[in-house]
């Protein structure tokens, strides 16, 4: 699922959450809805698979992926709303509002930007080997 949403995100560019699920089908729909982390109550989507939610969370902080504003109407036309109050702004609200974005690719991390993070994973990994060896 996850090498299906970055091909069709960097393919089109602009996407909304209706349009990626009804391109990855069954598998993408379920009962969960996806929120942001730090506002529960702002709903990014819902109707989701876990597999679908676990998979786009991972991409967001890996920051393969962004979500920027759109207007409800990209969703109309993709033919699919969420029935819910959208947000209209940084507030924090008692009951679920929706936040409609058009998801983006990021450009892969530079060569550099590569090695930068792996040196970092090696450095923790090292820290916790340590950390554990120790207890």
């Known amino acids: 699922m996850r090498e299906r949403i970055l091909d069709y995100v960097r ?23 996806f929120c942001y982390e730090n506002r529960p ?3 990014l989507w819902a109707g989701c698979s876990e597999e679908f939610v676990v998979t786009i969370d991972g991409l967001f ?14 969703y109309l036309c993709d033919g699919r709303v969420l029935e819910l109050p959208i947000v209209k702004g ?15 690719a990021n450009p892969p991390p530079s060569r550099e930007e590569r090695f ?8 923790d990994e090292r820290q916790r080997y ?3 060896g120790d207890a």
């Open 61 to 74: 902080k890996e920051r393969l992926l962004t979500a920027s504003p759109t207007s409800f109407l990209t």
């Open 41 to 43: 109550n702002w709903v």
């Open 116 to 123: 930068r993070l792996m040196r970092k994973a090696l450095a």
């Open 11 to 33: 393919q089109y560019g602009g996407v909304s959450f209706a349009e990626l699920q009804v391109e990855l089908g069954k598998e993408a729909e379920g009962d969960l809805m």
């Open 90 to 104: 940084n507030y924090k609200y008692k009951t679920p509002h929706w936040v409609p974005v058009a998801l983006n």
């Open 130 to 132: 340590h950390t554990e």
